[in-house]
């Protein structure tokens, strides 16, 4: 986007935003085209947060999800990693349809799925 464009959304004048790029202290990544328009290329948000994963069979087995979660949430934050959504779900590991699941494979924020065994994700395969 050209300088201007990024400094009316930083809510800051053109002016302030071409000098930050004259002397060199935009925050941002610039490049400067032969037509001497400035092109700001804002930072690309790389996915950095964990996921913990939990998830059993049936309604009775409901009380060890808490359990999952805590050894799961023990292991990541020993790694040093963010745990930025926890996830827990009653349903089969042998079909797919596990809306909960499939929301949190979908977010670009997630880096990292964690879950206590394989199987927790899926038994046999993927569809």
Do not use: C
Not at 18 to 43: A, F, H, S
Not at 48 to 65: F, P
Not at 81 to 90: A, M
Request: aromatic share 6%.
């Amino acid at each position: 986007m050209k300088l201007r464009t990024w400094a009316k959304e930083q809510g800051i004048p053109y002016q302030a935003a071409w000098r930050m790029y004259r002397d060199g202290k935009l925050p941002v990544p610039v490049e400067q085209l032969p037509t001497g328009t400035i092109i700001v290329k804002p930072p690309r948000e790389e996915p950095t947060g964990v996921a913990v994963y939990a998830r059993v069979s049936s309604s009775d087995q409901r009380s060890d999800l808490d359990g999952q979660v805590a050894r799961v949430v023990a292991f990541v934050t020993h790694k040093g990693w963010p745990v930025v959504r926890t996830v827990t779900e009653v349903g089969s590991g042998l079909n797919g349809h596990r809306p909960k699941l499939m929301k949190v494979l979908a977010d670009p924020s997630i880096a990292i799925v964690a879950a206590e065994h394989r199987d927790r994700l899926l038994r046999f395969g993927a569809e």
